[in-house]
Nanobody, 113 residues
Framework: QVQLVESGGGLVQAGGSLRLSCAAS????????MGWYRQAPGNQREMVAT???????NYADSVKGRFTISRDNARNSVYLQMSNLKPEGKAVYYC???????WGQGTQVTVSS
């Protein structure tokens, strides 16, 4: 059974930084591409960033240059370093095994202006 546990969210002022973490279990982590997604109130869930097994990354245009996704296969974890946060970044952030419909509980990020 796949389990994803996100952490690291919180309240931050615009321009600030946060680092999100996601611990995965129930999969051979190093074999799976991973991603971060977010869902703001009233909006659909959207892709924020993905990382392949080889470390290649892809970002939504809205976060390019400000967010960095990384992974630690030894820890079965994926991270999202968020810098220069903007109020529109307020959302629940989820990690995901790319290609699998499996979601954790998410972690709330709130950005005050």
């Amino acid at each position: 059974q796949v389990q994803l546990v996100e952490s690291g969210g919180g309240l931050v002022q615009a321009g600030g930084s946060l680092r999100l973490s996601c611990a995965a279990s129930g999969i051979i982590f190093s074999f799976r591409p991973m991603g971060w997604y977010r869902q703001a109130p009233g909006n659909q869930r959207e892709m924020v960033a993905t990382i392949t097994t080889g470390g290649n990354t892809n970002y939504a245009d809205s976060v390019k240059g400000r967010f960095t996704i990384s992974r630690d296969n030894a820890r079965n974890s994926v991270y999202l370093q968020m810098s220069n946060l903007k109020p529109e970044g307020k959302a629940v952030y989820y990690c995901n095994v790319v290609g699998m419909s499996c979601w954790g509980q998410g972690t709330q990020v709130t950005v005050s202006s």
